[in-house]
């Protein structure tokens, strides 16, 4: 693989001591004229079949899955009754683990704003046109997101471990004012993560391809590791068990 | 070409001709035609590379969030027929729902599973569209629209999770709305924007149930047309531009 583009002008190399030329006459159905042989089928039948499959396969997913598992329906609402645990929807309840971390605030403004806008600003920030379309880019940008991914596994399993092992909150209760326990302290420790594997790529001179990727990587794999600990791994009072030791009988997956 | 009396008679015919301004579509221009002339179909060019039609390449992740989203729509609809978004109706409404409406636990079980499936699929789709570096100039703004794309998801199967009015919805709710009081300053405003009063009530019910059967819907109907019509004014998917050889 090379670094450089290839020149696309190879398909119908110019001669320029010519005016003109016939290139090629082919029997063929393309209506792209004045470009070299192109890889293209026709939308229809083709793509719709396609599409036609998929819908068919998708609906009968859901089919069989509807079949075999029902929707949950719950004793009626009463706001004098607490369930416990109370849980957000599985795609929230990451930023509901993040909350158990620090400042509410911290959890669940800023770093949601932050990260919308860090998704929105993505292209902005990567404005090169190399690889585009190919997946991860190189074997660079796969290695890459390799090392990224396993690292911030580490990093946040042992985050969150460490937090609800020695409470931060609790340990500086009295020692330090409450804005550093809820606010400094745990916003370092996230942005040391969150920064480490940008310093090293810079260090690198990795690309700002490399660093999106980086960067990307280190939020979607953070997002994973919070959404399984906050679904799987918290029972009764939001408490961390082990989730084949959940009390109660309590079970997250009855909660869908 | 070698057309059977029958195709021939039925293309012919004045009412054939009246519907489609095409043949048969059993030789190129034919099948041209039934793209360019066809208001659905004209969703796609006349042709497509096969680069970007390897399923490696995408996984079909965003035509599959495309048909979840018309099996919530479809299913959604048929719910709507015996939903009551009312605190005192709303419960006693999903509990006919499923004991004496026909087929409707099964309704209700799509309905549920393709949302969750939706918020997965269209996460996943991302996620693809991130890491093949699809983002990248012409298609720009096609992300950011795209991004636009995942909030209203979340959004709508936010809202849709309070309407059972069962203890999950409710408190699951009220969890996922606090976070909202949080906001320096007009945090608590917004939470009470949110929900139409201080808790969860009647106001809410009526709030989320119109966000989630019309607002929601309707702004992802046209977002995502805009989404897929612009797929195809960048040049179809960024896969067609990787030279012969490449990835
Ligand atoms: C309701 C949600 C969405 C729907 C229905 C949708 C639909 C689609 C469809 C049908 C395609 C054609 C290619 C394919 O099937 O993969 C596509 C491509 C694309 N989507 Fe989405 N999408 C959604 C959300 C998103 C999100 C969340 C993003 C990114 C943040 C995004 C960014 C893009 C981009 C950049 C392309 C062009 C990809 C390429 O050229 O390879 N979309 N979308």
């Known amino acids: 693989m090379t670094n450089e583009l290839p020149v696309k002008d190879e398909v119908f190399p110019k001669d320029t001591s010519k005016s003109y030329a016939i290139v090629e006459m082919v029997r063929g159905d393309s209506p792209m004229v004045g470009k070299g042989p192109d890889d293209t089928v026709f939308s229809f039948p083709i793509v719709l079949l396609w599409e036609i499959l998929l819908l068919l396969g998708v609906t009968l997913a859901i089919f069989l899955f509807s079949l075999a598992k029902q929707a949950p329906l719950d004793a009626i609402a009463n706001p004098q009754i607490t369930t416990d645990p109370a849980k957000a929807p599985w795609y929230f309840v990451g930023l509901q683990e993040l909350l158990e971390h620090m400042h509410p605030t911290l959890a669940g403004i800023v770093i949601p704003g932050v990260l919308v806008g860090f998704l929105m600003s993505i292209p902005y920030l990567d404005n090169s046109r190399e690889f585009a379309g190919v997946w991860f880019s190189s074997k660079r940008g796969k290695r890459i997101v390799v090392w990224t991914a396993v690292y911030t596994v580490i990093a946040m399993v042992a985050f969150i471990a460490f937090d609800n092992a020695f409470s931060i909150r609790e340990t500086l209760r009295g020692v330090a004012p409450p804005w550093v326990a809820q606010w400094v302290i745990p916003g370092l420790i996230l942005a040391v993560i969150v920064l480490l594997p940008v310093v090293i790529l810079w260090r690198k001179k990795g690309s700002a391809r490399d660093i999106m990727i980086a960067l990307f990587t280190v939020m979607i794999v953070s997002a994973v590791v919070l959404t399984i600990s906050g679904f799987l791994f918290r029972g009764p009072g939001f408490e961390m068990y082990w989730p084949w030791q959940m009390p109660d009988g309590y079970n997250p997956w009855d909660e869908l | ?247």
Request: no cysteine.
């Open chain 2, 1 to 247: 070409m070698a057309q059977s009396k029958l195709v021939k008679g039925l293309t012919h015919s004045r009412v054939w001709r009246s519907l489609f301004r095409h043949g048969w579509p059993d030789n190129p221009l034919d099948r041209s035609l039934t793209m360019t002339s066809n208001i659905f179909f004209h969703l796609h060019p006349v042709k497509v590379s096969r680069k970007s039609l390897r399923w490696q390449y995408s996984f079909g992740l965003g035509v599959v969030a495309t048909i979840l989203y018309g099996v919530l729509i479809f299913t959604g609809v048929l719910l709507m027929f015996y939903y009551v978004p009312s605190v005192e109706r709303a419960y006693p409404s999903m509990k006919e729902i499923q004991l004496s409406v026909p087929l409707g636990q099964f309704t209700r079980n799509m309905h549920r599973w393709a949302a969750h499936g939706m918020v997965l699929v269209v996460i996943l789709h991302m996620v693809r569209v991130f890491y093949t570096g699809a983002y990248k100039p012409p298609r720009q703004f096609n992300w950011v629209i795209g991004v636009i794309l995942l909030l209203f998801t979340l959004g709508a199967s936010f809202t849709g999770y309070l309407l059972p009015w069962d203890q999950l919805s409710f408190w699951a709710i009220t969890v996922g709305t606090n976070i909202a009081s949080y906001a320096p300053g007009a945090g608590p405003v917004m939470r009470e924007i949110l929900l139409g009063g201080t808790e969860v009530g009647q106001d809410t019910l009526i709030r989320f149930y119109t966000l989630h059967i019309a607002l929601l819907p309707l702004s992802l109907a046209l977002v995502v047309s805009l989404h897929l019509w612009r797929v195809r004014k960048d040049g179809g998917l960024a896969a067609t531009e990787v030279p012969d050889g490449e990835g």
